[in-house]
């Protein structure tokens, strides 16, 4: 149920071409752990992405948190980068990579 949350971010992010375009060119793993079951997305040079289920190899970061604040992020209830200070979620390896991801979670909102 959790990773779920995840695959429906990465399909949202392919049918926006106004998103892609924001992630054109940054070729990043993004893991997720989510309630314990782990998925990750691999972004592409075309701004497109790839989900996939498991673990990853070589992640650039993983993202872990519940699918209560997975949902509440990717709906606009809980802003990102206020939700990562609370302690609400937790990110492993590059947390600066992650920033690029919160303009595009506000954007999924609209």
Known sequence: MGIEKIKEFADAINA???VKAKLKNWNKVAG???DGEDCYIVHTADGSCEYHE???EKPNFTMIGSTEIFEKMFTGEEDAQKAYFAKKYQITGDVMGTMKLIPIIKMMKQ
């Open 16 to 18: 926006r071409d106004d």
């Open 32 to 34: 997720y752990t989510v």
């Open 54 to 56: 498991g673990k990853p």
